[in-house]
């Protein structure tokens, strides 16, 4: 389904309201948030794939990442999961590996699978329901950058041209075990990092990294400047996109969302089509406050995110009709 195809289904629910709706689909966010008290929202989210590695095992431990990312982007806490399954008939062995791969994150999040849904289908599928918890004064949203705001991605680009790149069998598994570690994972954030100037927060995956940023400025009084020399990408991703090894969904992406972005130096094809890569479980996109960013990214360092870039900045908009800027 197309991005304007969902979009226009999704208009029809937009007369529902609730004064504890706290955020929906309203702005494209990541999860739902709904407040039960005061101190206390529920953050819902669901995520489901296909297999982008052969290994189950792995493939569920990427496939949970993913679906785990949408609470860790809304500043919450995961508590509750359930599995959501489709599976061939006779490939239980396969399934069950599946499963221990998706517990296993789960239970390094710190949260619990309680049970699930399967069906038979001939095309696999696995992913998680989720639900976590936040407090409603910490919720971090998708679409609140603030003028002045740095924008820090926690991880390299072209996870979907690698993924591609192993269906087509033009690349191993071993090889490309640096874009399967990005995979599995997790988008995890201390509260040192949550209780810093974070503005605006979102997980970069299906859309790519500029689908998701054009969802981030919906205030017409803001573009966002990306330097894309300072953008991290996957070495053989770049290397598969100069051999025009790309996924539909990426290609989607840049016809899509090219059109409020502005190019002001020349740019490498192959490089261009990486800002639209479709990526599964990629990296979270901070807006955050400029005298928090070293602080911040020296926190993700330490977390792990080592290949975290600053790779832009939140400006006024001098009567720009693009949302995005792309400068060296």
């Known amino acids: 389904m197309s991005y304007q195809d969902l979009g226009e289904i999704l208009k029809q629910f937009n007369h529902i309201k609730d004064e504890n709706i706290l955020s929906s689909f309203e702005y494209n966010e990541d999860a739902a948030v709904y407040r039960i008290t005061r101190d206390i929202a529920i953050v819902f989210t669901v995520d489901f794939i296909t297999p982008v590695v052969d290994d189950p095992y792995i493939f569920g431990q990427i496939a949970a990442a993913n679906a785990l990312s949408d609470i860790f982007a809304m500043g919450g806490k995961p508590l509750l999961a359930l599995n959501i399954t489709c599976f061939p008939e006779?490939?239980?062995?396969?399934?069950?590996?599946?499963?221990?791969?998706?517990?296993?994150?789960?239970?390094?999040?710190?949260?619990?699978?309680?049970?699930g849904h399967s069906l038979q289908d001939k095309e696999p599928k696995y992913g998680l329901s989720v639900l976590g918890i936040v407090h409603p004064d910490k919720i971090i949203k998708n679409h609140t950058p603030q003028e002045g705001d740095a924008l820090i991605l926690t991880k390299p680009l072209g996870t979907g041209i690698i993924s591609t790149a192993l269906k087509a069998e033009l690349i191993s598994e071993d090889t490309a075990i640096d874009a399967i570690n990005y995979m599995r994972k997790l988008n995890f954030v201390p509260e040192e990092i949550l209780n810093l100037s974070i503005h605006s927060m979102t997980d970069i995956t299906g859309f790519g990294l500029l689908g998701h940023l054009s969802e981030m400025i919906i205030n017409r009084d803001l573009h966002a400047e990306i330097r894309i020399n300072e953008i991290p990408v996957l070495t053989e991703a770049y290397e598969f996109a100069c051999q025009d090894i790309i996924p539909g969904g990426s290609v989607a992406n840049q016809k899509i969302f090219s059109c409020g972005v502005k190019k002001e130096i020349e740019i490498d094809p192959a490089k261009e089509i990486l800002l639209y890569d479709a990526q599964t479980s990629g990296g979270l996109l901070i807006s955050i406050s400029e005298k928090d960013v070293q602080n911040c990214l020296s926190l993700l360092e330490s977390e792990g995110f080592v290949d975290s870039k600053r790779i832009g900045e939140i400006r006024k908009n001098p009567s720009r009709e693009e949302k995005i800027i792309l400068i060296q």
């Open 90 to 115: 006779g490939q239980m062995d396969d399934l069950n590996e599946i499963i221990k791969g998706g517990l296993d994150k789960v239970q390094e999040a710190g949260a619990i699978l309680v049970g």
